[in-house]
């Protein structure tokens, strides 16, 4: 079976600080990966998945990710943060790409 | 689009209760899911559905837990009896299953549920 962990249960940031957000994989096959954003009281919204391919991958919000094979790793990064990026952040895996397995959250809070 | 719709958004029962929570997926999408959302245990896959049919309800909590998709429009959550411990924000999500690509899934706002 494949698990997460996401290893920041709370990240606190200035506003235009870069920030990294920390997840890693277990799995004995390969997988695919996903961050998810949580705004307060709303769903999941994608931000960026790697299937295949370049280990660097490109979201929405300025959002990216490397894929790190040899480290299972697939930390989310930002150059430089806004206020309304607060939310909670989710990292998952898939081995069928759809059935996900999501971490306990990472939440984001961007202070002035 | 509406993108996926969950009702109630809000629901207080109490304990030993019937509860129904019911999504509509986005329309064209052939795959379903149920997750539930506890402080505890995190983001939990309940069960999935592929073309109305229950591929994967392992995370089913037990035997008060049913779900149902009678068509591709419409899918409900049962719990009964209801029990404090099943207190948490439960989520719907859909997507389009293609062997050829692999779709994004598109949540919708949660249903929050108090169990008293």
């Known amino acids: 079976a494949q698990s997460v962990t996401q290893l920041d249960s709370q990240v606190p940031v200035f506003e235009e600080a870069p920030v990294e957000l920390r997840c890693n994989y277990s799995?004995?096959?390969?997988?695919?990966l996903f961050w998810y954003v949580q705004y307060p009281n709303q769903g999941l919204q994608l931000l960026l998945k790697y299937l295949s391919g370049s280990t660097l991958v490109k979201g929405i919000n300025g959002f990216e990710a490397e894929f790190n094979k040899s480290q299972t790793s697939f930390h989310l990064r930002k150059p430089s943060v806004h206020i309304s990026d607060t939310a909670e952040y989710f990292c998952a895996v898939s081995v069928t790409g759809y059935a996900l397995n999501f971490g306990k959250g990472t939440s984001l809070l961007v202070t002035p | 689009d509406a993108g996926v719709i969950q009702s109630p958004r809000h629901e207080v029962t109490e304990m030993g209760q019937e509860v129904t929570l019911r999504c509509k997926p986005i329309?064209?999408?052939?795959?379903l899911f149920w997750y539930r959302q506890t402080m505890m245990r995190g983001l939990e896959l309940l069960i999935y559905f592929n073309n109305n049919v229950p591929i994967d309800d392992s995370g089913m909590p037990e035997d008060r837990f049913s779900a149902k998709m009678p068509n591709a429009s419409f899918s409900t959550l049962k719990i009964q009896p209801s029990e404090p411990r099943d207190s948490a924000v439960y989520f719907c999500a859909s997507l389009v299953e293609d062997f050829s690509s692999t779709d994004t899934q598109y949540f919708g706002p949660g249903t929050r549920l108090t169990v008293l």
């Open positions: 329309s064209g999408h052939n795959s």
């Open positions: 799995s004995s096959v390969s997988v695919y």
